[in-house]
Nanobody
Framework: QVQLVESGGGLVQPGGSLRLSCVASGFTLDYYAMGWFRQAPGKKREGVACITRGLGTYYSDSVKGRFSISRWNAKKMVYLQMNSLNPEDTAVYYC??????????????????RGQGTQVTVSS
C-alpha cells in the first residue's frame, strides 16, 4: 500500500535551516507530482511546496525564496530544504502524493495520500 514517511523535523533557532526527507513506497514515484503541506496549531493545512513529474516547482508566497523542494525518483525520496526559518514556519509538515501539475495557487493543490507528519519548531 502507499506509504509516505517523513523525517528531519526538530527544534531550530530563527534564521536556521532544516532539511526534511520523505521516503515513498507502494507506488512508482516517477508518475506523481509530490508536495509538502504544513499545519500549525489552530490553522488550516496549507500547501508550501510542490514538484511535478517534470521537475517543475511551485511554492507558496510565504516560503518562496527560502524553501526548496527536490526529488530523487530512483531512491524514492522527496526533500524539502528550509532556510531562514522563522517562528511562523512552526508546524507539522506532511509529505503528500499529489499537489499540482500546473502553476496554480496552493489552495487549489490536491493530494490523495499523506504521511504522518514531522514537527518543525522554530524558537529561540
Amino acid at each position: 500500500q502507499v506509504q509516505l514517511v517523513e523525517s528531519g523535523g526538530g527544534l531550530v533557532q530563527p534564521g536556521g535551516s532544516l532539511r526534511l526527507s520523505c521516503v515513498a513506497s507502494g507506488f512508482t514515484l516517477d508518475y506523481y507530482a509530490m508536495g509538502w503541506f504544513r499545519q500549525a496549531p489552530g490553522k488550516k493545512r496549507e500547501g508550501v511546496a510542490c514538484i511535478t513529474r517534470g521537475l517543475g516547482t511551485y511554492y507558496s508566497d510565504s516560503v518562496k525564496g527560502r524553501f526548496s523542494i527536490s526529488r530523487w525518483n530512483a531512491k524514492k525520496m522527496v526533500y524539502l530544504q528550509m532556510n531562514s526559518l522563522n517562528p511562523e514556519d512552526t508546524a507539522v509538515y506532511y509529505c503528500t502524493r499529489g499537489c499540482s501539475d500546473v502553476d496554480t495557487p496552493p489552495e487549489n493543490w490536491e493530494y490523495d495520500h499523506r504521511g504522518q507528519g514531522t514537527q518543525v519548531t522554530v524558537s529561540s
